[in-house]
C-alpha cells in the first residue's frame, strides 16, 4: 500500500450580501468581471449570489490558511467597491431562495432543469476539504473507516440555524436542505475501488449521472483529483474553524494509514448508525449528544471531539505539523460553533440584521489585518458539484 501525499485542497462558499438590506445580492458576473490575479481561484455557483473560492494544491494547513485569508481579503476589498460584503455561514438568517437568480451558465441551467425546485431551494454553504490519497484501494478503505467521525466534524461547523427568517431548531439546517438531492448523505461501506467505479459506470449507462460529479455524499472520492472529499461541513464563519476542519481531516487520514500499515483496524460501522449520530449533530450541534457506538452510549458531542482530537489523531498530528490547528477544534468546543454564536446573538437582539452584522464581521476576522502573500501558480481544487 503506497504511502497518501496527504496535500491539502481546501473550497469555501460564500454569500455576497448588501451591508445596508443585509439581503443577499446577486452580483457574481460582475465580481469575476474584475481584474484581480486571485480571481482565477474563485469560480460562480448555482446562485448569484454565492462565490465559491479554491485553494491551491499545498502540503499542510498553514499553507492553506494563508490562501484562504489572501481569498477573503480579496473578495471583501472588491465587493466594498460597491458597497458590497461577503459573509460565511451556511444559510442566509433570512434571505429567500425563491428570489434568488440562478448563474446563467449551462451547467447551472443544467441542474436547474434536472432538480426543479430542488436546485432553486439549494441556498446553501459548504466547505470542502481535499486530501490526496493516490492508492485508490486505500482512499476507499479510508472513506469508509472516516464515515465514523463525519458527524464529529459537522457539529464544529454548524452555521446554519435560520432559513427564511425563521429559527429552523437545527444547529445544520444546510444538510436539511442538502437532503433533498439525490446520492447524498453518508455512503454506504464501498468493498473496493473496483465495486465504486461499478457504481458510477452503472449511474452513467442509465442516465442517472453524466459523471462521478454528481454523487453528492458527504464524504466522496473526487470526480476531478486523485483525493478524499469531505463534504459535510457547513461553511465555517472564522478562517480558523475551517482550517481546524482540514487540519483534522488530513490527520485522520494519516491515521488511518498508519492504522492499516501496522495491520491495526478501525472499526467500520453501519451507514444506519452514523446516520444516526449525523442527525444529533444536525439537530443539536456541540449541544447534543452523539453515539459512542463501541460502548453503545450516548456521550457530550465535545467530549466526543476531544477523545478525537486527544486520543485518534494525538500521534500524528505533530509529524504534520497541525498539533495547534487540530487543538483549535478544542476551543470551538468551548467556546461554540457559528451556530452558537448566531443564535445568542438573535436571543440577545431579536434582530436577524444583528446576526447578518456578526456574520460579516466574523468572516473578516484575522483577514484584513493580515499581510497578503501571492501563492504559487498551481492547479485550483474547484469543485464540480453546486454544495
Not at 22 to 45: G, M, T, V
Not at 194 to 223: G, Q
Amino acid at each position: 500500500m503506497k504511502a497518501p501525499s496527504l496535500t491539502i485542497g481546501v473550497e469555501e462558499e460564500y454569500q455576497i450580501v448588501n451591508p445596508q438590506t443585509r439581503d443577499l445580492e446577486s452580483y457574481i458576473s460582475r465580481l469575476l468581471a474584475q481584474d484581480h490575479p486571485l480571481l482565477h481561484q474563485c469560480k460562480p455557483e448555482l446562485h448569484q449570489a454565492i462565490v465559491e473560492v479554491a485553494t491551491t494544491v499545498v502540503q499542510t494547513p498553514q499553507e492553506a490558511r494563508e490562501q484562504l485569508v489572501a481569498l477573503r481579503r480579496t473578495l471583501l476589498e472588491l465587493t466594498a467597491k460597491d458597497g458590497l460584503a461577503i459573509a460565511a455561514a451556511g444559510s442566509h438568517p433570512f434571505a429567500n431562495w425563491q428570489d434568488q437568480r440562478i448563474t446563467q451558465l449551462q451547467h447551472y441551467l443544467g441542474v436547474r432543469d434536472d432538480m426543479g425546485d430542488l436546485a432553486q431551494r439549494l441556498l446553501i454553504f459548504g466547505t470542502h476539504v481535499h486530501v490526496a490519497i493516490e492508492d485508490r484501494d486505500f482512499m476507499i478503505d479510508a472513506m469508509n473507516v472516516a464515515r465514523y467521525f463525519l458527524p464529529h466534524l459537522l457539529c464544529l461547523s454548524t452555521s446554519s440555524p435560520f432559513w427564511i427568517g425563521r429559527k429552523t431548531g437545527l444547529k445544520s439546517y444546510r444538510s436539511a436542505v442538502f437532503r433533498g438531492f439525490p446520492r447524498t448523505g453518508i455512503p454506504s461501506t464501498v468493498g473496493s475501488w473496483h465495486d465504486f467505479e461499478d457504481y458510477v459506470e452503472t449511474l452513467v449507462k442509465t442516465n442517472c449521472v453524466a459523471s462521478a460529479s454528481k454523487i453528492w455524499w458527504d464524504v466522496r472520492p473526487s470526480a476531478k483529483y486523485p483525493t478524499l472529499e469531505l463534504r459535510i461541513a457547513d461553511v465555517c464563519t472564522r478562517v480558523d474553524e475551517t482550517i481546524a476542519i482540514a487540519a483534522l481531516w488530513q490527520a485522520i487520514i494519516l491515521k488511518i494509514y498508519k492504522m492499516r500499515r501496522d495491520n491495526c483496524t478501525f472499526r467500520v460501522y453501519p451507514q444506519m448508525l452514523i446516520e444516526e449520530n449525523k442527525w444529533r449533530a444536525m439537530r443539536f450541534g456541540l449541544s447534543g449528544n452523539l453515539i459512542d457506538f463501541g460502548k453503545q452510549e450516548e456521550a457530550r458531542a465535545g467530549d466526543l471531539i476531544r477523545e478525537l482530537v486527544e486520543w485518534f489523531v494525538d500521534d500524528v498530528v505533530d509529524d504534520l505539523g497541525s498539533r495547534q490547528e487540530c487543538q483549535y477544534a478544542l476551543k470551538i468546543v468551548e467556546g461554540g460553533s457559528s451556530a452558537d454564536r448566531q443564535l445568542a446573538t438573535f436571543d440577545r437582539t431579536g434582530d436577524l440584521k444583528a446576526v447578518v452584522d456578526q456574520l460579516i464581521a466574523e468572516t473578516a476576522e484575522g483577514v484584513l489585518a493580515a499581510q497578503p502573500r501571492t501563492p504559487p501558480p498551481q492547479p485550483a481544487m474547484s469543485g464540480a458539484a453546486p454544495a
